[in-house]
């Protein structure tokens, strides 16, 4: 079955259960094998070549979280401004397409010439991919096509396993194996895109609204920036200051981690363009409520975690036993914070630039910690800094909202809207 026969379904702006479960069943292979394929090379790979591919794909593949900012902008503008959805959509997609062509050329150029950073390079060509993947998807859900996106992730779940079978059966080094991924990649989101309908780029653009859409893919996608940085910057300080045995834990928790990430992060953008219209006028102050009460439980769970597992290590518990206690406490902070941000994001653009401010602080905690302890506790040394930095964020940005609780009266919203 071709992308471009998906079944096309009319459904609301709020997704049905179905359709829900359909989107996740596609996202899941797909995010099982982008993080897990390499791993499946361990006995293929000297553990070197292991380490350094674990470190890079991890330093790089989480831009596709990162580029998620088109994704956001499409899902929260397009039900808001119809008029402009085509050149919204126009405007997003180029976001992602043009610094993925630069990134392939480059990383051609240095494979021809057998100079510069070869497999950085790929490394960045495979995490702004995975950012391809996710705005061809939001277009077609916004085109009410949920088994499209789905059969676009199941595809690129097909590529993977595929390129992976034939590292495994040609005895190939990394670099091949990553530029085999990416081929297969590439054609699934090629064939995902020209089977989005036309009318979706349609309409006549107007410079009046080119400076709000850059202000949208700013403040929306900054947030994301200073969140992957920290979950970046782990595998390089694992890679620089411990030894190579712990970026190959740190990897596995994060996977792990990745897991719920990733479906809280569907499930959310799922509902968003149905939040977004909800979230105005007078659905905005109960918005930020509900987002002021998420955070506080957030916080309770990070400094409660942050507590246990420092107690734990200074006990002399194993060091999995307190990797799994991290991971756990990362996984519910990060969850209801992922929660609060969208309805803060998709309430009032005030807020914007305070989410942006709550992000910084939470990369400056994990900068903290993993400047200070990743020499000596390693892995636990930076999944600990991710924990600080979800508090950290989820504490600014609980600060930045209380500003304006007591000044108005909530008023409530009906239906699935977190």
């Not at 109960?286 to 998420?294: C, H, Q």
């Not at 924990?387 to 964020?393: E, H, P, R, S």
């Not at 600014?396 to 108005?408: K, P």
């Given at each position: 079955?071709?992308?471009?026969a998906?079944?096309?379904?009319?459904?609301?702006y709020?997704?049905s259960?179905?359709?829900?479960?359909?989107?996740?069943?596609?996202?899941?292979?797909?995010r099982?094998?982008?993080m897990?394929a390499?791993?499946?090379l361990?006995?293929?790979?000297?553990?070197d070549?292991l380490?350094?591919?674990?470190?890079?794909i991890?330093?790089?593949?989480?831009?596709?979280i990162?580029?998620?900012t088109?994704?956001?902008?499409?899902?929260?503008?397009?039900?808001?401004?119809?008029?402009?959805?085509?050149?919204?959509s126009?405007?997003?997609?180029?976001?992602?397409l043009?610094?993925?062509?630069?990134?392939?050329?480059?990383?051609?150029?240095?494979?021809?010439t057998?100079?510069?950073?070869?497999?950085?390079?790929?490394g960045?060509?495979?995490?702004?991919?995975?950012?391809a993947y996710?705005v061809?998807?939001a277009?077609h859900?916004?085109a009410?096509?949920p088994?499209?996106?789905a059969?676009?992730?199941?595809?690129?779940?097909?590529?993977?396993l595929?390129?992976?079978?034939?590292t495994?059966?040609?005895?190939?080094?990394?670099?091949?194996?990553?530029?085999?991924?990416?081929?297969?990649?590439?054609?699934?989101?090629a064939?995902?895109?020209?089977?989005?309908p036309?009318?979706?780029?349609?309409?006549?653009?107007?410079?009046?609204?080119?400076?709000?859409?850059?202000?949208s893919?700013?403040?929306?996608?900054?947030?994301?920036?200073l969140?992957?940085?920290?979950?970046s910057?782990?595998?390089?300080?694992?890679?620089?200051?411990?030894?190579e045995?712990?970026?190959?834990?740190?990897?596995?928790a994060?996977t792990v981690?990745?897991v719920?990430?990733?479906?809280?992060?569907?499930?959310v953008?799922?509902?968003?363009p149905?939040?977004s219209?909800?979230?105005?006028g007078?659905?905005?102050?109960a918005?930020?409520?509900?987002?002021?009460?998420?955070?506080?439980r957030a916080?309770?769970?990070?400094?409660?975690?942050?507590a246990?597992a420092?107690?734990?290590?200074?006990?002399?518990?194993?060091?999995?036993?307190?990797?799994?206690l991290?991971?756990l406490?990362?996984?519910?902070?990060f969850?209801q914070?992922?929660?609060?941000?969208?309805?803060?994001?998709?309430?009032?653009?005030?807020?914007?630039?305070?989410n942006v401010?709550?992000?910084?602080c939470?990369?400056?905690a994990?900068s903290?910690?993993?400047?200070?302890?990743t020499?000596?506790?390693?892995?636990?040394?930076a999944?600990?800094?991710?924990?600080?930095?979800?508090?950290?964020?989820?504490?600014?940005?609980?600060?930045l909202?209380r500003?304006?609780?007591?000044?108005?009266?909530?008023?409530?919203?009906?239906?699935?809207?977190t």
């Amino acid at each position: 079955m071709s992308i471009a026969a998906a079944p096309t379904t009319s459904v609301p702006y709020a997704p049905s259960w179905v359709s829900t479960g359909v989107v996740l069943a596609g996202r899941a292979g797909f995010r099982a094998l982008w993080m897990v394929a390499p791993l499946l090379l361990a006995t293929t790979w000297t553990a070197d070549e292991l380490g350094r591919t674990v470190a890079v794909i991890g330093g790089f593949g989480w831009l596709a979280i990162l580029f998620a900012t088109a994704e956001k902008t499409l899902l929260k503008q397009v039900p808001r401004l119809p008029r402009l959805a085509g050149q919204v959509s126009r405007r997003t997609v180029a976001t992602v397409l043009v610094p993925l062509g630069c990134a392939l050329g480059a990383a051609t150029l240095s494979t021809l010439t057998g100079a510069g950073p070869t497999l950085l390079l790929w490394g960045l060509c495979w995490g702004l991919t995975g950012a391809a993947y996710q705005v061809v998807a939001a277009l077609h859900r916004l085109a009410h096509r949920p088994g499209a996106d789905a059969l676009l992730f199941a595809s690129g779940a097909l590529a993977l396993l595929t390129a992976t079978g034939v590292t495994v059966a040609l005895d190939l080094r990394p670099v091949a194996w990553v530029v085999t991924c990416l081929v297969l990649l590439l054609a699934v989101a090629a064939a995902g895109l020209a089977a989005v309908p036309r009318e979706t780029f349609r309409g006549v653009g107007r410079r009046a609204a080119v400076g709000p859409l850059r202000r949208s893919l700013l403040l929306l996608g900054l947030p994301e920036v200073l969140s992957i940085i920290s979950v970046s910057a782990g595998f390089w300080a694992v890679a620089a200051l411990a030894p190579e045995h712990e970026a190959v834990r740190y990897y596995v928790a994060v996977t792990v981690a990745s897991v719920f990430g990733a479906t809280t992060t569907v499930v959310v953008r799922l509902h968003q363009p149905d939040v977004s219209l909800r979230l105005r006028g007078s659905g905005a102050a109960a918005g930020e409520d509900a987002a002021r009460r998420i955070l506080a439980r957030a916080i309770t769970a990070g400094a409660g975690t942050a507590a246990l597992a420092v107690g734990a290590h200074l006990l002399g518990a194993p060091w999995w036993a307190t990797l799994a206690l991290l991971t756990l406490g990362e996984v519910v902070v990060f969850t209801q914070r992922t929660v609060a941000a969208n309805l803060v994001e998709n309430s009032r653009s005030r807020w914007l630039p305070g989410n942006v401010g709550a992000s910084a602080c939470g990369l400056l905690a994990a900068s903290v910690v993993l400047l200070t302890c990743t020499a000596r506790g390693g892995a636990l040394a930076a999944m600990g800094a991710l924990v600080a930095a979800q508090l950290c964020n989820a504490t600014a940005l609980r600060l930045l909202l209380r500003r304006a609780s007591g000044r108005r009266v909530p008023q409530p919203i009906s239906g699935r809207w977190t």
